[in-house]
């Protein structure tokens, strides 16, 4: 575009164009100065304790012996159940509001409004959500089906809006084509716009895990606080990696700080990793059609 | 539900036929929409009954207006202000940040980076929302603070400052990448018309680009604000976890989120007063989120009737 426009006028007086630019260029700088200082502090202050003594022992009041297993597992544990419960539930959803739903109806509307406004919802607000229902309320207690639970319904609405992006964007064209040979619309679904539809869900869905998986707060509010010295289970009691950061990090000697950024390591480790597949499967089979 | 628009194309040939196996399959989908119904319902009920005791005993004329919160003094004081404060001297610092650097950062993705640095950008992008806010907090209270007092800035340990200024950082990614969908959106005629009058780029991108898509600029700035609002874990461990009724960003103030977490994360007997106070503040943050977001998805939605 900027060929055109600067051939036809005098060169050298565009010092305002540069400026313009240079300070369009800082804000993006800003971000990734920060990215990296923040991810050299963190290399630089915890790597050394990054072993594998680390990675396969209990908390402990010593830090020197500290590690973060029972963290480290019912992160991962938390991760199934967000795949296993959020998938299936975000798809079911956003194929009735792309495929069944009539978008005259009010309900339908109001269901997108309300849906946009949840993934907007302060997580905290979806602690408190399953401090009152699912840990008192219904007398679960605070356990890691109940941190599952409620970490679902925070990333729900991110995997709806993923979803229903992927659905939208297949075209119409292959709907009509297969209802024209006489397939019902289920078959249509499932057959033609599902297959289709595949990788811009996965994407959401991976990316949607690594911001669940990050949540710390509404694991606060649950409960997840206590020291917890055994390999979690579904219905015992749990921490997760972010409450290990938080723990650590409010400790007052130098030692837990750094156990702090171990833990991070490996927290972003997983996390950058999830993002990696993510950005891999859509650049990879992302098709324009 | 919609069941007519949808088979017309395979009943008009066929015989009627009532599939079973269709209609199951449409209520379970239709199940599945019904949970974020649910989602909300269990929120609102969630916040306000509880909210609604705690109001029976706490005016909510000094709830609203009193200037200290003391929930476990005796007497104890449930004025609102301080936390509101706190929230807001934190959130006014992360928009200054995340609004002007984020529309630039929109700017620069939209208007000039090539094809193939948008590639490169984008997913860095991504990786800087992607980045948990524990892991903010951690690099707030043990690299940005002590990097403010090294440059000659007066903060204490916990500061309203440095929780600010590095969610900004973190909101930063989130208006860019929506302001930027609104100014992609906009279309190619109205800045060709523009260069063809001999516009210089950053003409086109301030004069032409902006103006037509601002509503959705305005619906990623106020989108922005709410999650400044909301966030948590930034504030409890940079800002601190003191009450404190003061715009002065040096010192240490307890947002809404932090007080909420602080709170809960205690074994707060179920049904006390104190245990009460969770949801009234959760229902006072629910409400300026909500209104919040409410009006982003407003301008989101005009933004998308104009252009698409």
Redesign the interface.
């Known amino acids: 575009?900027?060929v055109?426009?600067?051939h036809?006028?005098r060169r050298g007086r565009?010092y305002?164009?540069m400026l313009?630019?240079s300070?369009?260029?800082?804000?993006?700088i800003?971000?990734?100065a920060?990215?990296i200082?923040?991810l050299v502090?963190?290399f630089v202050?915890g790597w050394s304790h990054v072993t594998w003594q680390f990675l396969t022992s209990p908390p402990s009041t010593d830090p020197t012996i500290a590690g973060a297993r029972p963290a480290i597992l019912a992160t991962i544990f938390l991760g199934i159940m967000l795949i296993v419960f959020t998938v299936?539930?975000?798809v079911?959803?956003a194929?009735?509001?792309e495929?069944?739903?009539?978008r005259k109806?009010w309900y339908?509307r109001m269901?997108e409004?309300?849906?946009?406004?949840?993934a907007?919802?302060?997580?905290?607000?979806?602690?408190?959500?399953g401090?009152?229902?699912i840990v008192?309320g219904i007398g679960l207690g605070r356990v890691l089906l109940a941190g599952g639970l409620i970490l679902t319904?925070v990333v729900?609405?991110t995997v709806?809006i993923a979803a229903r992006e992927a659905i939208r964007s297949v075209p119409d064209s292959i709907r009509?084509g297969a209802?024209?040979i006489?397939?019902?619309?289920?078959q249509v679904v499932r057959r033609q716009v599902l297959p289709a539809a595949i990788p811009g869900i996965a994407t959401g869905a991976i990316?949607a895990l690594?911001?669940g998986?990050?949540?710390?707060?509404p694991l606060?509010?649950i409960?997840a606080?206590s020291y917890i010295a055994f390999d979690p289970t579904i219905l015992g009691p749990f921490t997760a990696l972010?409450i290990q950061?938080?723990q650590w990090?409010?400790l007052p000697q130098e030692e837990f700080?750094e156990l702090?950024?171990a833990a991070?390591i490996v927290?972003?480790v997983i996390?950058?990793s999830l993002?990696a597949v993510a950005?891999w499967l859509r650049?990879r089979y992302q098709r324009r059609w | 539900m919609a069941t007519r628009a949808a088979t017309v194309g395979a009943a008009g040939i066929r015989r009627r036929r009532i599939r079973y196996g269709e209609i199951v399959v449409k209520v379970l989908l239709g199940l599945c929409a019904l949970i974020s119904v649910a989602t909300t319902v269990g929120i609102v009920v969630a916040l306000f009954v509880p909210a609604y005791e705690f109001f029976q005993d706490v005016p909510l004329k000094d709830f609203l207006t009193g200037k200290e919160w003391a929930p476990l003094f005796e007497p104890a004081l449930f004025g609102v202000l301080p936390l509101v404060v706190g929230t807001l001297s934190v959130t006014l610092w992360a928009i200054l940040v995340a609004i002007p650097f984020g529309l630039g950062a929109a700017i620069y993705l939209s208007e000039y980076a090539s094809p193939r640095m948008r590639k490169v950008l984008k997913p860095l992008l991504e990786i800087l929302a992607g980045v948990p806010t524990i892991v903010y907090g951690y690099f707030a209270l043990t690299f940005f603070t002590p990097l403010l007092q090294d440059i000659g800035i007066k903060v204490d340990i916990f500061n309203a400052l440095s929780a600010g200024l590095v969610m900004g950082v973190m909101i930063l990614p989130t208006v860019a990448s929506l302001a930027e969908d609104a100014m992609t959106a906009v279309p190619r005629d109205l800045r060709d018309g523009a260069l063809a009058l001999g516009s210089p780029n950053r003409v086109v991108a301030t004069r032409i680009v902006v103006p037509a898509a601002i509503s959705g600029i305005i619906a990623a700035f106020v989108l922005g604000i709410s999650r400044a609002v909301g966030e948590t874990m930034i504030a409890v461990v940079a800002a601190g976890q003191q009450p404190n009724l003061t715009f002065d960003p040096r010192q240490a103030v307890e947002t809404m989120s932090a007080f909420i977490a602080a709170t809960g994360a205690g074994d707060v007997p179920t049904g006390s007063l104190e245990y009460k106070t969770i949801f009234a503040v959760g229902a006072t943050l629910f409400v300026m989120t909500l209104i919040l977001n409410i009006i982003s998805i407003r301008f989101v939605d005009r933004f998308r009737e104009e252009y698409e």
């Open positions: 575009m900027s055109q426009a600067t036809l006028r565009d305002r164009e313009f630019k300070a369009l260029l800082v804000s993006l800003i971000g990734f920060t990215l200082a923040l502090d963190v202050t299936p539930i975000g079911g959803t194929i009735y509001l495929e069944y739903a009539n109806r339908n269901l409004v309300n849906i946009q406004n949840l907007a919802v302060p997580s905290i607000v979806y602690g408190i959500l401090l009152a229902f008192r319904l729900l609405p709806i009509q209802y024209a006489g397939a019902t619309q289920w990316l690594s911001r998986l990050g949540e710390t707060a606060i509010l409960g606080v972010p950061i938080y990090v409010r700080r702090a950024a991070i927290l972003l996390l950058l993002n950005i650049n």
